[in-house]
């Protein structure tokens, strides 16, 4: 069982749809992040949260919008979306944001496909 | 800012074989980790293995090594007696100061 949990697993959306992402984790961590993974490419860091503050926001465009109103729960409010969004998000844990030892727990990430 | 940099996007071993994954990195910090994490066709991350910058010993979990080269600025991972069951993505990353930095990736593939 995994520790960190992404729903749903799939999702195809239009360019004018709004859905929501969203990540739990039962680690008792206090940093949380959403990572996007694309084919060919580095996993981008997009949002950090740690002890529920956004301490990292890495030129993420607007119509994405991150929401963690604990430190288990996640949020990734999407919007007028552009096909190049598409990619596999990930959400990750970990104890703390601050440690180099810091393990991240990953969840089994959300599709998206934008039509 | 640090870079990791993953070399060979494909690699194929056969069963019960032993196959190298490479890995550099550039950083202007002495105190950092490096990782190498596995992702399955399930699409989760899995933690392989870690190595401190600060232990000159290779870290090794079961039959996955890593060969540690500070100086170089490298960070393979060796697997041995190659299973059906590691055929995934590895990424090798680095985490200092700042974020977890991740490399592209290698797509190995297990030949029965």
């Known amino acids: 069982e995994t520790g960190v949990t992404q729903t749903p697993r799939h999702l195809v959306m239009g360019m004018t749809n709004k859905k929501s992402l969203k990540c739990e984790q039962h680690?008792?961590?206090?940093?949380m992040y959403w990572y996007k993974q694309s084919a060919k490419k580095p996993l981008e860091l997009m949002f950090v949260?740690?002890?529920?503050?956004?301490?990292e926001n890495n030129s993420v465009p607007s119509r994405f919008s991150p929401e963690c109103p604990n430190s288990s729960h996640l949020f990734l409010h999407l919007h007028t979306l552009q096909p190049e969004d598409s990619a596999l998000y990930l959400c990750?844990?970990?104890?703390?944001?601050?440690?180099?030892?810091?393990?991240?727990?990953f969840g089994q990430g959300t599709r998206l496909t934008v039509v | 800012a640090q870079t990791v940099t993953q070399s060979q996007p494909e690699m194929s071993v056969q069963e019960a074989e032993t196959v190298t994954l490479s890995c550099t990195y550039d950083t202007s910090e002495s105190d950092y980790y490096l990782f190498w994490y596995k992702q399955p066709p399930s699409r989760q991350m899995i933690l392989v293995i870690r190595q401190e910058a600060y232990k000159q010993q290779n870290a090794t979990e079961n039959r996955f090594s890593v060969n540690f080269q500070k100086a170089a600025k490298s960070f393979s991972l060796k697997i041995s007696d190659s299973q059906l069951g590691d055929a995934a993505m590895y990424f090798c990353a680095y985490r200092g100061y700042e974020k977890l930095t991740f490399g592209t990736g290698t797509r190995l593939t297990i030949i029965p």
């Open positions: 949260y740690n002890f529920k503050e956004q301490t």
């Open positions: 990750a844990s970990s104890q703390d944001h601050i440690g180099r030892n810091t393990e991240a727990f």
């Open positions: 680690l008792g961590h206090n940093a």
